[in-house]
């Protein structure tokens, strides 16, 4: 071992370093050497260039700068900082996701764009085998799709005597829709969200003139004023 190193006192197992304020900390202090052994101990600490010695029986002993010391406790915190910031962005991206569900299960819309209202709820006739409307009419050109009001499971879609191609969903507090007179299906199953197209106008079934049929059941019972709900949830 050259002078330089024969001079040292008895090697000594140094704590490792966590942090770059730690390592701040021991530039401040008097001038050591750092001696690393092919074993991978470290002895010693000095503020030199990092240098390799290869003793006569073969062994190997680098000597480390402080430097070398800063700059790998450095890589480690970015590392980390980085793997922290990556966990931050899914955090953030999960909680956004979160929120926007509840929007959608929470939202309420008129289930057709740009229509017509027609017969209201409740109009009195000989053209409804009840004696009154149950529903709320949107006149509309054949085709034009149908929009899921709310966001529910569809129960029921398929042909319903006097309301030709009808769809039934039913929503999480247990109230119905209900969608009547379509030409065909866009969705026949599974669970929806206000907006989605579930089918296109059409004229099926008791029926004149081409026209969407929309009823409200509340806790799936007898029909109530379609138009009462849509307001009480601010789709008006």
């Known amino acids: 071992m050259s002078p330089k190193h024969a001079q040292l006192r008895p090697p000594r197992r140094l704590s490792r370093?966590?942090?770059?304020?730690?390592?701040?900390?021991?530039t401040s202090l008097a001038p050591l050497i750092v001696v690393v052994h092919s074993s991978g101990e470290a002895l010693a600490v000095t503020g030199e260039p990092s240098t390799v010695h290869v003793n006569t029986n073969g062994s190997t002993e680098v000597t480390r700068g402080l430097s070398y010391y800063i700059h790998k406790q450095q890589r480690k915190l970015e590392r980390q900082q980085t793997r922290e910031l990556?966990?931050?962005?899914?955090?953030?991206?999960?909680?956004?996701?979160?929120?926007q569900e509840r929007r959608d299960l929470s939202r309420w819309i008129v289930p057709i764009n740009g229509a017509?209202?027609?017969?209201?709820f409740g109009e009195a006739g000989s053209a409804w085998s009840s004696g009154y409307?149950?529903?709320?009419?949107?006149?509309?050109?054949?085709?034009?799709?149908?929009?899921?009001?709310?966001?529910?499971?569809?129960t029921f879609?398929?042909?319903?005597d006097a309301y030709g191609n009808k769809i039934e969903i039913?929503?999480?507090?247990?109230?119905?829709?209900?969608?009547?007179?379509?030409?065909?299906?866009?969705?026949?199953?599974?669970?929806?969200?206000?907006?989605?197209?579930?089918?296109?106008?059409?004229?099926t079934g008791n029926c004149f003139g081409n026209h969407l049929h929309f009823e409200f059941h509340p806790g799936g019972g007898a029909a109530t004023d379609p138009m009462d709900w849509l307001r009480s949830q601010g789709a008006l």
């Not at 529903?135 to 529910?152: K, W």
């Open 157 to 160: 879609a398929g042909w319903s």
């Open 17 to 26: 370093f966590r942090t770059a304020a730690s390592l701040a900390l021991v």
């Open 86 to 99: 990556i966990r931050e962005r899914h955090e953030r991206a999960k909680r956004r996701a979160a929120r």
């Open 116 to 120: 017509t209202l027609s017969a209201p």
């Open 133 to 154: 409307h149950t529903g709320q009419d949107f006149s509309a050109p054949y085709g034009t799709p149908v929009l899921a009001a709310g966001a529910g499971t569809i």
């Open 170 to 203: 039913t929503h999480p507090d247990g109230n119905q829709t209900w969608y009547a007179h379509m030409s065909s299906f866009a969705r026949t199953s599974g669970s929806v969200v206000a907006g989605d197209v579930i089918g296109y106008v059409g004229c």
